[in-house]
């Protein structure tokens, strides 16, 4: 079963401009991650954000958690036409292995040139 | 790129038949998990493999069975197929303790 929903579902945006993907999930985490995906292929790890943090930056991307509202949203700043892949949320639960992932549906996003 | 591997690329198989998937993990990792992702969805949990014992399962029936080889390299096996097996597969490796996967480029099966 899906852990997380992501919102939008597909986002379409110019080159230059920022990019906001949310994720809702439903119980409680031990951390959240977000991936990419590039055309159906594998899936390349962004971003992790444990639940006792609020905020986290790697290069253009910002990630926040707000554990009260079970929620977080990614934030990619300047896209670049190779951004245009699906952004997935996941969430792993306290005591779980860091390798049972639960994932949303994604985030399509599109940046035209 | 990630170090992770994963061999066919593309299967096609019928209804009823039996498929072994393959990965080979990336260098210095000791633990492998296998997703399912239908079209259009976020993968989905199998199973994981760690010192080549299943340590972890989502909710799939037993037909979907695995193994890890002393070289951390990892099989997937699915038995009796059924048209809804039909997906992408993904392998992904990490170590112990760390909380990063990373993953393989996938092997999609089609069951007609």
């Known amino acids: 079963s899906q852990q997380g929903e992501e919102d939008p579902q597909a986002l379409s945006i110019q080159e230059g401009e920022n990019a906001t993907m949310n994720c809702s999930y439903k119980t409680s985490i031990n951390n959240l991650q977000w991936y990419r995906q590039n055309s159906g292929r594998g899936l390349v790890h962004l971003i992790l954000i444990r639940s006792n943090e609020r905020e986290k930056h790697s290069g253009r991307l910002r990630v926040t958690l707000d554990t009260s509202k079970k929620s977080s949203s990614l934030l990619i700043t300047a896209s670049r036409a190779a951004d245009t892949a699906s952004y997935f949320c996941a969430t792993v639960a306290p005591g779980a292995g860091s390798y049972q992932l639960t994932f949303g549906k994604g985030t399509k996003l599109s940046v035209i040139p | 790129e990630t170090g992770v591997t994963q061999s066919p690329t593309h299967l096609i198989k019928t209804r009823g038949q039996q498929v072994t998937l393959r990965c080979s993990s990336q260098?210095?990792?000791?633990?492998v998990s296998w997703y399912q992702q239908a079209l259009g969805q976020g993968p989905q949990f199998i199973f994981q493999y760690y010192r080549e014992e299943e340590n972890g399962r989502g909710n799939f029936p037993p037909r979907f069975s695995g193994l890890q080889f002393p070289n951390y390299s990892s099989e997937l096996n699915v038995n009796a197929l059924e048209l809804d097996d039909s997906a992408l597969y993904l392998c992904a490796s990490g170590r112990v303790g760390t909380d990063t996967q990373y993953f393989g480029p996938g092997t999609r099966l089609t069951v007609l």
């Open positions: 260098s210095g990792h000791n633990t």
